[in-house]
């Protein structure tokens, strides 16, 4: 009989229990009875018996094996990553761009690297945590697979995105949202040694721990690359382009698997980790730490909003920070709260809930604030691709923030933290259901047609690619204003006719030579009864 099989067999009676778990120590195979247990109070919905097994082993195993770092996988493995990434760092071979379909002009949109940066790794590092663990390679090899298929469909489909600003907003989009399935692929290969509420959470705070390492290792080693190109810079030597590339995108590569290989042991299962030592303590004090100031600032912060109300709706750098400071609250809670219990005090316990409950609080009154502005923008102006999926980011962390509040209000001091475990447990489902949908549907949403702009002058074919509806034409000698749609241009009788149609005169756009605005087929003038439109 399997240890899992023994487990749920056993699950009522703990003398039976003890006894099976002594044996399994003795066969040297504690590490598999502590999965096995891991899964039965995962499925168990409740069990206090295998509850109480799974903070006993939490701490047990770690003390059992050492923790032995993988360099004959890691370094392989990491200067494979560091060549993909150099190789592909090379622009003019590897570059996103397009032709314009009405001027047959190239269009080049962003280098391939950066879209492609964090699926590459993500492969890689699916394949260190699978070798170095004797995992399973179909987890490996799906991940593979379906980011690769991600990354083809965003390459593929951004091109019949109209027009170019949104298919710029897009491919920058994409960058955030790969790199959220890149992470997720790795996830999926390291909860293959044990899924769950606990592990979910534990890998959530063992990938902080990795992009803390990865900072510091990237902070060196620019500091590394700073000194000697201004080595051999004092010499009038200047490094070929080759060659800054391979320090930049591949020492990239190359630290992204070492810092994986320094902070994650592949043959734990995520609950299973260290994080009472080294850097995971110092992630979580400092984190911890943050807390109370973070609070205190938001609070001087909401008191000056009523003094400030309009700012976000009307200055769009506002409304970025805000949703920057929304994804950064989100991982300050998921690296204050603890991975296990009895790592604090009781009484830190309590004052670290009550600051995770009021982050929470405070974060989601500026979240629906922060939402408010960016449905008004939309409104008011139009919708972007940008405005969509951030629309969709709001909701998704207010969600996360309600849900907190919620679940620690029926939770109580006791079960806090199983429940701050489903909240994230739960989130980290809900962002990858959101980069999922931005991915597959912005493409189809935003697709052009432009069997209406054949035929028309080339300078209106241009502004038709470099500019969002609605179009608004004006030849420079002329004071009337024309609205171009479905392949024709429409006069506004005046100022006030514009400003009604909610256009404004900043949508207005100057076409020159004026003969090419005037080679635009005459539509029905707004209004319908204005008259006969004048020329340009």
């Not at 902080?208 to 700073?226: K, N, P, R, S, Y």
């Not at 047609?449 to 080339?458: N, S």
């Amino acid at each position: 009989m399997s240890y899992r099989d023994t487990i749920r067999s056993l699950a009522d009676r703990p003398e039976e229990l003890e006894l099976a778990y002594r044996q399994a120590v003795r066969d040297g195979a504690e590490e598999s009875f502590a999965e096995a247990i891991d899964e039965g109070h995962a499925e168990s919905g409740g069990n206090l018996l295998l509850a109480a097994w799974h903070y006993r082993l939490a701490y047990a195993v770690e003390q059992v094996k050492g923790r032995v770092v993988a360099w004959g996988w890691a370094l392989p493995l990491g200067v494979l990553n560091g060549l993909l990434l150099w190789l592909l760092s090379d622009h003019e071979r590897f570059r996103i761009q397009m032709t314009n379909p009405l001027t047959g002009f190239p269009v080049y949109l962003m280098p391939a690297v950066l879209l492609l940066a964090a699926p590459v790794s993500a492969v890689v590092m699916s394949l260190f945590l699978t070798f170095v663990g004797r995992g399973r390679p179909g987890r490996a090899a799906v991940a593979g697979v379906a980011l690769t298929a991600a990354s083809a469909y965003a390459i593929l489909l951004f091109r019949q995105i109209w027009p170019r600003p949104f298919q710029d907003q897009f491919l920058g989009l994409m960058v955030m949202h790969l790199g959220l399935l890149a992470w997720a692929g790795v996830g999926f290969t390291a909860l293959a040694r044990g899924d769950g509420e606990d592990h979910r959470f534990a890998f959530l705070a063992k990938s902080m721990e990795a992009f803390v390492v990865t900072g510091l290792l990237a902070i060196a080693g620019g500091l590394f690359t700073a000194i000697t190109v201004g080595l051999f810079n004092a010499l009038d030597i200047q490094p070929p382009d080759v060659v800054l590339r391979l320090f930049y995108a591949g020492g990239g590569g190359l630290i992204a698997i070492i810092a994986v290989a320094l902070v994650y042991d592949p043959l734990r299962a995520p609950a299973r980790q260290r994080f009472d030592e080294g850097l995971s303590k110092l992630v979580a004090l400092l984190m911890r730490l943050l807390l109370p100031l973070t609070v205190a600032v938001l609070l001087v912060y909401l008191a000056f909003i009523p003094f400030n109300w309009r700012e976000p709706f009307e200055n769009r750098d506002v409304l970025v920070v805000y949703n920057a400071m929304l994804f950064a609250v989100i991982a300050l809670l998921v690296g204050a709260t603890p991975v296990r219990g009895g790592e604090l005090s009781q009484k830190g316990e309590t004052w670290l809930r009550r600051g995770a409950i009021a982050l929470a609080a405070l974060a989601l009154i500026v979240s629906l604030y922060a939402l408010a502005a960016i449905v008004y923008r939309t409104v008011s102006d139009r919708i972007t691709p940008n405005r969509l999926l951030f629309i969709g980011w709001n909701l998704v962390n207010i969600a996360i923030l309600a849900t907190l509040l919620v679940r620690q209000a029926r939770a109580g001091r006791i079960q806090w933290l199983p429940a701050m475990h489903r909240t994230f447990a739960a989130g980290t489902v809900l962002y990858l259901a959101w980069a999922i949908v931005g991915l597959l549907v912005t493409p189809w949403l935003f697709r052009g047609d432009l069997r209406a702009a054949v035929g028309l002058p080339r300078t209106i074919q241009t502004i038709l690619y470099e500019r969002p509806e609605p179009i608004l034409l004006k030849c420079p000698a002329s004071p009337h204003v024309f609205l171009l749609e479905d392949g024709q241009k429409h006069w506004i009788k005046d100022i006030a006719t514009l400003t009604a149609e909610g256009y404004r005169w900043s949508d207005v756009y100057p076409v020159s030579p004026c003969d090419d605005l005037r080679l635009v087929p005459d539509g029905v003038p707004i209004p319908p009864d204005a008259g006969p439109p004048p020329q340009p």
